[in-house]
């Protein structure tokens, strides 16, 4: 057993392990300050601009999740924001001018982001045309395909996808927080018993602990938010489309593909991974993602305005990955990371607009903060190496 | 002139360098030995100033008077200069450019070039002689590695460098490049300047050294003469006495029979050039390798060694720069395998280490436990419907972590922070799990340390020992010798002989591979074969050594050398 103690186990995915803790404090901080400063007049903590603020993260968050994975296999994809446009555009049309139900402009909507997720990456994977330029192409075109399928006029969604911009009821929202709290520390005890079967070196109990106080944490503040008034279905859905990504980059074959690929293609091909049927999946991930984050905000805002819709999400969508600490050399980063750096991205707009800082000046600040992010990203690797 | 006085350095947990102190004579070259990871590259960096005073422990002393190097450019004007195997020269410039990057001289703020250009000349003829035949108008990179190493050292010299460090500058050198750095380096130590040169070959150190200092473990071992025998360098090396690194094998532990099915078959193996589609790199190649079996693949540069190896796996298929039709018949346990990717041929249970160990085999920033795990994940290995059995996957990655004994802090360890030779197991240690029934090593030893290498030899034959076939391909003609139970020597794509038992010489292998055509010895100037380590006796290094000399052309190389395309350029 001596030798067991000797060999530290993998400490559980360092890739994102310090890093996240770090964000997860910076958060924090954020959190405190914004709630003492006078200036905020004690409203941040309040249900209503928590609810506003999840709100408003949850659209960006479910891009992000897919723009993460694309970008740890060394991708990009600038059509996002033009994306988000032609899906909505999709359903609304599907829906209010072919008089389909709802739940078919929905998959019609889904549908057409997939198809929009393949065609970038077969150009990718199969022509070999580097990502930037075909989604650069996309982000010109999707806009101007939104604007001729709906002759450039705005159009309004109607009570058939007000469910998305609802509010699930208390006892649901209870039963879900208790629900995932309850998966989760099923997992966390799950994988700590298969490790003693498998006689490796146990999960130390601080990190066991840290960790399912973690997730008791986070299911606290969620239902202090939401306990009393319900869940926005946005919250969840983001929620939902967290945790499957989370799961997919570090629990799965295609997780660990997307990390081989980021980080040596060629190494991973010469070990068996199917290069471009991942890479073609990926991009199909982030195109229904994208039609899923366009059926939400034209939920949202009860509308979808074809020259305006989403435009800029790409790039918050990139600000927001690349604060969670992934790299865009490829093959570092983590959905956790992405979440964090969301909630980051999300804050700092919610507390400058609390604070009335103007509206242009927001824009500097923001740059700032990324470049912040990205030097932090690469002192601590440098005291790595 | 320069003293390193009790230099020590830690990293976190790591005690790099304990205690050295090192002196360096004007007009001298110095040799710096060692396994991977004996501190080495830390030394050097300290004294190039890549870690800045306070890092370390212990002084820097230039000429009496104690340096404190902020950064490398402190050392550089300080006359410490470093030439790194990764060249730090811009590719797209031309030597001239390169020659004079940082201090053009200008003329009313802009490059003068007429000036630029007498100046560049006037440098490279000082350092390397009127008759140096580099074009200075050429990009560097059209230069070949070795020319443009010297250009480098010629850079680092026209700074008024002192003292030159050469790390490993030999590792993608043809004979002649060598030949060429050589007398150079000889040239400018006769001029007074000095040298610490860093090298994985015994035979260069000694040949070009006029003290060796070994070191093993962060600490100098001790300082040798330069003429001393690599026996004696390699015993203070590895601190043991590691018997006979080139051995034959000689017990066969699976008694051969040729009656038997072999696991690998191959008929009329045929990859046709690259860019050429009317040339065949490999050409007609028929061979067969039994289970218990090592079988060599030995040949000049260009011979066709890599592409045999990369056609069976199916590896040049999908690179980007496109890699000739494979035509051919390849059978495993008797069943025709069709290999277009190299998921057939992992699917058909052959395994493949390629060459390029960081470029290919190894995801570098990921750790040892993903890199092991990489080759059973992607086959579906320890996973359930897509789901990764992470505590599964980590108990095999351990087992493998234990059974090769590779040298981590941990299973979590950063592959890239491995040694050489550690990484080579991981790449190896990766394909384990799958039990593949062939496995296909490219030079399954190169830029490994000597400790390392014999373990790897022994992995090798435990391999073997438990029934895998195994197809090398190897420049090392001593580690053929000692592995191989047959040896096919490929000429130019083809075919030029089969050794079996004790028909395996180096003297054998090396007239097959040059073959008696005129075309043979003139289109191969670079045929790298390494001159006899520690095993080979008096006489056969002689006569390689007048074979060597016989074969290669005078050294007045046009230095324009194009690439090969079919086999990389330091294959």
Same mark, same amino acid.
């Given at each position: ?14 890739? =994102? ?103 970038? %990456? ?37 009570? @058939? ?52 106080? %973690? ?10 938010? =939401?306990?009393?008034? %319900? ?99 490829? %093959? ?25 800082? @103007? ?17 932090? @990203? ?8 | 002139?320069?003293?390193?006085? +009790? ?35 830390? #030394? ?11 890092? /370390? ?50 003329? /009313? ?32 990179? +059209? ?13 680092? #010299? ?23 750095? /050589? ?11 000095? *040298? ?49 690194? +080139? ?39 028929? *061979? ?24 069976? /796996? ?11 039709? !494979? ?73 493998? *972590? ?23 197991? !991981? ?129 007045? #190389? ?14």
């Amino acid at each position: 057993m001596s030798l067991e103690r000797a060999i530290p186990a993998m400490p559980g995915g360092r890739r =994102f392990g310090i890093n996240a803790w770090a964000m997860a404090g910076v958060l924090g901080l954020m959190w405190a300050v914004l709630a003492l400063l006078p200036a905020t007049r004690g409203v941040f903590l309040t249900q209503g601009n928590l609810t506003a603020l999840l709100s408003q993260s949850a659209v960006l968050l479910v891009v992000a999740v897919g723009m993460t994975m694309v970008i740890i296999i060394r991708g990009i994809d600038l059509s996002v924001g033009a994306g988000v446009a032609l899906t909505g555009t999709v359903a609304a049309l599907c829906h209010a001018k072919l008089g389909l139900p709802a739940p078919v402009a929905i998959l019609a909507a889904l549908a057409c982001g997939a198809a929009i997720g393949a065609w970038h %990456g077969w150009w990718v994977s199969w022509l070999g045309i580097p990502a930037f330029v075909v989604t650069l192409a996309g982000f010109k075109a999707y806009r101007g395909g939104a604007l001729v399928l709906s002759d450039a006029q705005s159009m309004v969604m109607g009570d @058939d996808f007000a469910f998305l911009a609802g509010t699930l009821p208390v006892s649901v929202t209870w039963g879900i927080g208790i629900g995932a709290v309850a998966v989760g520390v099923t997992m966390t005890l799950r994988d700590a018993r298969r490790r003693k079967q498998f006689s490796l070196a146990p999960t130390s109990p601080t990190v066991l602990a840290t960790q399912l106080a %973690g997730m008791a944490l986070l299911a606290g503040i969620l239902l202090a938010v =939401f306990g009393g008034r %319900g869940m926005p279905v946005l919250v969840v859905i983001a929620g939902a489309v967290a945790a499957a990504g989370a799961f997919l980059t570090k629990r799965t074959r295609f997780g660990r593909h997307l990390y081989a690929i980021g980080g040596n293609t060629e190494a991973a091909r010469l070990s068996g991974v199917d290069v471009k049927r991942v890479t073609m999946a990926t991009y199909m991930i982030l195109g229904v993602l994208t039609a899923l984050a366009g059926l939400m905000l034209a939920a949202r805002v009860n509308g979808v305005t074809p020259g305006a819709q989403g435009s800029n999400l790409e790039l918050d969508a990139i600000t927001a990955v690349v604060i969670g600490g992934t790299s865009l050399l490829g %093959g570092r980063g983590s959905v956790v990371g992405t979440v964090l750096g969301t909630l980051v991205f999300a804050t700092l707009a919610n507390g400058m607009n609390l604070l009335r800082v @103007d509206s242009n000046l927001q824009w500097i600040f923001t740059g700032l903060i990324l470049l912040a992010a990205v030097l932090i @990203d690469v002192l601590s690797k440098g005291k790595r190496s | 002139m320069i003293e390193l006085r +009790h230099i020590g350095k830690v990293f976190p947990g790591v005690r790099a360098l304990h205690d050295v102190s090192l002196s360096i004579g004007k007009g001298e070259v110095l040799g710096l030995v060692g396994e991977n990871g004996a501190g080495k590259s830390t #030394l050097i960096k300290i004294l190039g100033g890549v870690y800045a005073v306070g890092s /370390f422990t212990g002084e820097v002393v230039v000429d009496g008077t104690v340096q404190a190097f902020r950064s490398t450019r402190d050392a550089r004007s300080a006359g410490i200069a470093t030439v790194h195997q990764e060249l730090a020269l811009v590719p797209h410039m031309t030597v001239a450019e390169n020659l004079l990057l940082g201090r053009e001289p200008t003329r /009313f703020g802009m490059v003068d070039g007429v000036r630029a250009h007498a100046m560049a000349r006037d440098l490279l003829a000082k350092v390397l002689g009127p008759d140096h035949g580099i074009d200075l108008t050429a990009p560097v990179s +059209h230069l070949g590695v070795g020319m443009q190493q010297i250009v480098e050292i010629a850079r680092a #010299l026209a700074d008024n460098a002192r003292v030159v460090i050469l790390d490993e500058p030999t590792a993608a050198l043809t004979d002649g490049e060598i030949e060429r750095l /050589f007398a150079l380096v000889r040239a400018r130590r006769a001029a007074g300047a000095s *040298f610490v040169y860093i090298s994985h070959r015994l035979d260069e150190i000694t040949a070009l050294c006029d003290r060796v200092a070994v070191m093993r473990d962060g600490e100098l071992v001790e300082v040798l003469p330069g003429n001393a025998p690599t026996n004696d360098i390699v015993t203070r090396m590895t601190g043991k006495e590691l018997g006979d690194v +080139h051995a034959r094998r000689t017990a066969r532990t699976s008694p051969r029979d040729d009656a038997r099915t072999p696991v690998l078959e191959v008929t009329g193996l045929a990859v046709a050039h690259p860019a050429l589609p009317d040339r065949r790199v490999v050409d007609g190649l028929s *061979f067969a390798v039994r289970a218990g079996e090592v079988v060599a693949l030995a040949g000049a540069m260009g011979a066709g060694r890599t592409a045999t190896l990369s056609a069976l /796996f199916g590896a040049a298929a999908g690179r980007a720069q496109g890699a000739g039709k !494979v035509t051919g018949r390849i059978r495993v346990d008797g069943r025709d395998v069709s290999v277009r990717a190299p998921k057939d041929a992992i699917a058909a249970g052959i395994a493949y280490v390629p060459e390029d160990r960081k470029g290919a085999g190894l995801v570098l920033e990921l750790s040892v436990q993903d890199n092991l795990a990489m080759s059973a994940v992607a086959t579906k290995k320890l996973s359930r419907l897509g789901i990764v059995d992470a505590p599964r996957a980590e108990q095999a990655a351990l087992a493998r *972590f234990r059974d090769l004994q590779i040298k981590a802090p941990g299973l979590g360890a950063e592959v890239a922070t491995l040694s050489g030779g550690n990484q080579q197991k !991981v790449v190896i240690g990766k394909w384990l799990e799958l039990a593949p029934r062939v496995l296909l090593l490219d030079e399954p030893t190169r830029g490994v340390d000597v400790g390392a290498k014999v373990e790897i030899y022994r992995l090798i034959e435990a391999l073997v020992a438990r029934g895998h076939a195994v197809l090398i391909a190897s420049s090392d003609l001593p580690e053929i010798i000692r592995l191989a139970d047959k040896v096919l020597v490929l000429r130019e794509g083809q075919l030029a002989g089969t050794l079996e038992g004790d028909a395996i010489t180096q003297l054998a292998i090396m007239q097959l591979a040059m073959g008696g055509s005129p075309r043979a010895a003139t289109d191969m100037p670079s045929a790298k074969m390494p001159a006899a380590e520690a095993s080979v006796g008096a006489a056969d290094i002689a006569a390689i050594d007048h074979l060597v000399t016989d074969m290669r052309p005078p050294i007045v #190389l046009p230095e324009r050398v194009s690439p090969r395309p079919s086999e990389g350029v330091i294959s």
